[in-house]
């Protein structure tokens, strides 16, 4: 088991993992095949991994899509969760209590 901050981000399509955290879970395989991502930064090649199991609190999203990339500067050792993990929950913004609210589907 790993722990990584996660930045909750609709603007990304895919879930990243910083690259390190990747290789010592074990889902970065030497031969990963890449893919092109546009960043704020550019666009860059990051190998496709698959998290087997990712636990946000008492959820658990299983064998779900990522890709390893390290994100620049003080955010290098967090992940995003993107849209293809944020797509299995349901979503709820309580505005009055200032909190984001993440549930099974």
Avoid: C, H
């Avoid at 998290?51 to 995003?80: F, K, Q, Y």
């Amino acid at each position: 088991d790993r722990t990584v901050q996660m930045v909750f981000d609709t603007g990304a399509s895919l879930t990243t993992v910083p690259t390190r955290i990747a290789q010592a879970a074990g889902i970065l395989p030497r031969n990963a095949p890449t893919v092109t991502i546009n960043t704020a930064g550019g666009v860059v090649q990051a190998p496709r991994i698959t998290i087997p199991e990712l636990r946000i609190g008492t959820l658990v999203l299983r064998n779900v899509g990522a890709v390893a990339l390290d994100l620049p500067g003080d955010l290098n050792s967090t992940g995003l969760l993107g849209l293809n993990a944020i797509g299995q929950l349901r979503v709820t913004i309580d505005r009055s209590r200032g909190k984001l609210i993440l549930e099974s589907l």
